[in-house]
């Protein structure tokens, strides 16, 4: 099979790194474009990341001869995979679907708008199909597709086993969020050595709206949103990757511990969607009672899994629990990835 070609769009960031470590070997994709601001335009990638190399312990062979371009619709790939920032990506972004380009989106822009998927697809695969109704919405050529916040992709895997299986009223969570979700150089060690900072710009809004998006029902119409109440508080910490998020859970249906537990245990991927990148059990849960923890467990399923633990019952809600997943793996770049994957599989990648 011959494999589809990829461009990444602000392959220079930590989402982009990512991108491109986790693309090196991929059975269907093959990065051909590399593109990022114009002060990086140009250049090969080795030399534009000689001092900012993050990630891994090399840049990947394949990507050190690219030469960074300008993130313009003149890339010659079939597909982009956007880790642009936010405050640029929307008109960049809409530029390629109208030029023809299939867009896998990290940036928040687009997440909510009511024609384009907010996609997770161990959860919302048939969601995919709203691509028709944006490009007739829009005339687009193209479309765009999104992941969600880096949050609420674990959160909502975690969720997901126990919404099937016994509804869910009320979620409450507080985070506590890895410095590399806040990108590089990021927050300053004067900040954060020794400290919690109570505030993620516009984080809490994310995390309580996206939710009912993805749990939704796609109809004739859109997406109808699910009804949950979702109340969020989040905290930047002092850990290098993994955010982890501390979860309270009102369940519509009554259920034991064990039955919950199972619930997590018991959830596994659709296989007919033949992701590559999709683990098998996208929950992990341990049973250990001081797990998980990001030093230990932050790489669990190659990156790509929510790690639940630590079930109990919750004097205000019915349980509690905590969730942790790698925020630049599972809950950025291997999400656009597992998206680009998803449109491949559904017959939009040609």
């Known amino acids: 099979m011959s494999k589809i070609s990829v461009g990444i769009l602000g392959a220079t960031g930590m989402v982009g790194q990512t991108l491109v470590r986790l693309l090196e070997d991929h059975p269907w994709f093959e990065v051909t474009e590399l593109a990022a601001s114009d002060r990086s335009a140009g250049m090969n990638y080795e030399r534009v990341m000689k001092d900012r190399w993050n990630v891994s312990s090399q840049i990947p062979e394949y990507a050190r001869p690219l030469k960074v371009k300008e993130c313009t619709p003149k890339l010659n790939c079939d597909i982009v995979l956007s880790a642009l920032d936010s405050g640029v990506a929307k008109e960049i972004e809409e530029n390629f679907a109208k030029s023809g380009y299939a867009v896998s ?34 005339g687009w050529a193209g479309f765009i597709v999104t992941d969600p916040n880096c949050s609420t992709i674990h959160m909502c895997l975690a969720l997901k ?41 516009d984080e809490e809004d994310k995390v309580e709206t996206e939710p009912n998006k993805i749990f939704g029902t796609l109809t004739e119409s859109g997406i109808k949103a699910a009804v949950m109440k979702i109340s969020a508080q989040c905290n930047r910490v002092a850990v290098k990757h993994g955010h982890t998020e501390c979860v309270s859970v009102k369940l519509s249906k009554k259920a034991d511990e064990e039955e919950v537990i199972d619930a997590f245990e018991s959830f596994t991927t659709d296989r007919s969607l033949n992701l590559p990148s999709s683990p098998l059990h996208p929950v992990v849960y341990l049973r250990q009672d001081n797990r998980p923890q990001p030093k230990l467990d932050v790489n669990e399923g190659k990156g790509m899994v929510s790690v639940v633990g630590r079930l109990r019952k919750c004097n205000i809600l019915d349980y509690k629990f905590v969730i942790l997943g790698h925020n630049l793996v599972r809950g950025a770049a291997g999400a656009a990835i597992l998206n680009a994957e998803l449109l491949k599989s559904r017959g939009y990648l040609e």
């Not at 161990?122 to 709203?130: K, M, R, S, T, Y």
């Not at 979620?171 to 890895?178: I, K, Y």
């Open 105 to 138: 989106s990290n940036a928040k822009n687009h997440r909510m708008d009511p024609d384009i998927p907010l996609l997770i697809p161990e959860i919302n695969a048939d969601h995919v199909d709203l691509i028709k109704k944006q490009q007739k919405k829009r």
């Open 161 to 201: 086993p126990l919404f099937d299986r016994f509804g869910l009223e009320k979620v409450f969570v507080t985070t506590m969020q890895a410095l590399s979700g806040a990108g590089y150089p990021g927050v300053s060690s004067m900040d954060i050595v020794d400290n919690v900072i109570p505030f993620i710009n």
